[in-house]
């Protein structure tokens, strides 16, 4: 069993700056890699980025230069800096980690709201 945290979220106005936290607990030797998913009104959830039990990063498209990933494993607590931010990226975020010998689990957070709004 994981369970995971998102905190972080909030208001913020273009070109502002918010870093959102995923702790995580419960069975986190299990986790082989970390994701940071949005969803935004009526639009399907879409990876924004990962990183994996050896500290590989892949971010988006969307968000390369703005958003940067990380992990304190000291905390079990994956970080998502996000800076430039635009309207567009309004949304709520969540923390997903996959897990298991055989990466079989998912878990998920149950999200923190971001807007970004002038």
């Known amino acids: 069993q994981v369970q995971l945290a998102e905190s972080g979220g909030g208001l913020v106005q273009p070109g502002g700056s918010l870093r959102l936290s995923c702790a995580a607990s419960?069975?986190?030797?299990?986790?082989?890699?970390m994701r940071w998913y949005c969803q935004a009104p009526g639009k399907e959830r879409e990876l924004v980025a990962a990183?994996?039990?050896?500290?590989?990063?892949s971010y988006a498209d969307s968000v390369k230069g703005r958003f940067t990933i990380s992990r304190d494993n000291a905390k079990n607590t994956v970080y998502l800096q996000m800076n430039s931010l635009k309207p567009e990226d309004t949304a709520v975020y969540y923390c997903?980690?996959?897990?298991?010998?055989?990466?079989?689990?998912?878990?998920w957070g149950q999200g923190t709201q971001v807007t970004v709004s002038s």
């Open positions: 997903n980690a996959r897990g298991g010998s055989g990466n079989q689990y998912d878990y």
């Open positions: 990183i994996t039990r050896g500290g590989m990063r």
């Open positions: 419960g069975s986190i030797f299990s986790i082989n890699v």
